[in-house]
């Protein structure tokens, strides 16, 4: 679930998928630049990560201290520091819904060009996919 400041802007297109006002952001947009579910006033990213998570755990229904792999992903414009302030907002939201963050990753991997904002993935750990996440990684993008 992603969260937009600005627009990306498609290069054959060659203006913004979508306007935002100077106080807006725009909520559950896509991460090829595609508008999202509804365009509201900037908040805080407390308040960002608690409508991000709350929609994520909602779908996943995790066991209470079910362990969770949780990615903030940048959309391309956004600053390092940033993506951890949200990665912190984040993990204590996935906290409140009883779930262990064990596993995580935060950093500009699925980018929508040049759009300011970032997504939020939660993902379920059991034995087999905290195997597979921990096996060695050798890619462009991740090394370990």
Known sequence: MGV?????????VGRP??????????????IHGEAGRRR?????ANAIAEELVQAITHDLRGEPGGEA???????????SSELYLM?????????KHGLKVTRSLVGSYVTSLDMAGCSVTVTLLDEQMTELWDA???TAALRW
């Open 17 to 30: 998928t979508f306007e935002l006002g100077e106080n807006q952001m725009e909520m559950g947009v896509g």
């Open 87 to 95: 990665y912190d907002a984040a993990e204590r939201q996935v906290a």
């Open 40 to 44: 509201v006033p900037i908040s805080s």
């Open 4 to 12: 937009a400041l600005t627009s990306c802007t498609v290069p054959a």
């Open 136 to 138: 060695p990684v050798h």
């Open 69 to 79: 792999l949780l990615l903030v992903n940048g959309f391309g414009g956004t600053p």
